[in-house]
């Protein structure tokens, strides 16, 4: 039975993270690790009884959560207290569980970090194995997945994500839109972009999914990316831990971690595997 983990501090946004896991897990007849990570210095301390204390208070929180945002999932649900660092230990969790994927919840660019899933939300993604599923507290989990944005870049890596894309299309009866971007039009990107594209668009031919291409020029393809996606009402955003880099986005830092931060749209962030190209370079 495939796992989820679900990574939890008993806010709000760890709220929309649950249910929105239960919509997948229900489709998929899997099973719930809820987590919470208690940091060290938090329980170093503390005396047994208060740890105690502690941890009930924790057991409690689990138990509201679940009572108000999975009433009616019929699979069944772990909790799991851990300590130290939040994302590693929801990572350490997700490989000791072979998890098919972690959901937890993003507090975007506010300012604030008022709740401590959604700020290290990245760092979930960025050193998690298996995929990351990033949700804010402003999106509805109830209304399902009907259209999945998928972009293409010039990279070896950027067709990676498609077995994961097309597994979510499969479970939600989704439309796949292959985002082609191009940073620049010299002959090397296009040929490249438009390599990567023709094996999408075969991927999702060959498993019955329908989709819909689109072309961009951007020399932020964040940007472009989130333009299109708010303006065809998407469900999800399905992009690589790495993409292509363009001078523009030296500021702003890693494409993944601008996606997390900026979409108000869930992002499933797929993990970067080392390949090497047919010039023998190792990417």
Request: hydrophobic letters at 40%; aromatic letters at 8%; charged letters at 25%.
């Amino acid at each position: 039975m495939k796992k989820i983990i679900v990574g939890t501090d008993f806010s709000k946004t760890s709220a929309v993270a649950l249910q929105y896991a239960v919509n997948i897990a229900d489709k998929i007849e899997a099973s719930l690790i809820l987590v919470h990570v208690v940091k060290d210095k938090d329980f170093e301390s503390k005396e047994p009884l208060e740890k105690e204390k502690a941890g009930k208070k924790i057991e409690a929180g689990f138990t509201e959560l679940i009572e108000k945002n999975a009433a009616g999932f019929k699979g069944e649900i772990e909790t799991k207290i851990r300590e130290g660092r939040v994302y590693q230990e929801i990572t350490n969790q997700a490989r000791y569980s072979d998890a098919w994927m972690i959901i937890t919840g993003a507090h975007g660019l506010s300012g604030f970090e008022e709740v401590w899933i959604g700020s290290h939300a990245y760092k979930i993604v960025s050193h998690a194995e298996c995929p990351v599923l990033t949700v804010r507290k402003s999106f509805d989990p109830e209304q399902g997945i009907a259209r999945i944005v998928l972009p293409i870049d010039s990279t070896y890596e950027t067709t990676q994500k498609l077995p994961v894309a097309a597994e979510m299309a499969k479970l939600f009866n989704a439309e796949i839109h292959v985002v082609s971007l191009y940073s620049n039009l010299t002959h090397h990107t296009k040929e490249k972009v438009e390599s990567n594209t023709r094996e999408a668009v075969k991927h999702l031919t060959n498993n019955d999914i329908k989709y819909i291409t689109k072309e961009m020029v951007s020399e932020n393809i964040t940007t472009s990316t989130l333009e299109y996606a708010t303006e065809i009402n998407a469900d999800l955003i399905c992009i690589m831990t790495e993409q292509e880099f363009s001078p523009p986005n030296i500021f702003l830092g890693p494409y993944a971690q601008q996606m997390v931060n900026r979409s108000p749209i869930p992002v499933l962030s797929v993990r970067t595997r080392q390949v090497i190209d047919p010039s023998g370079i190792v990417e």
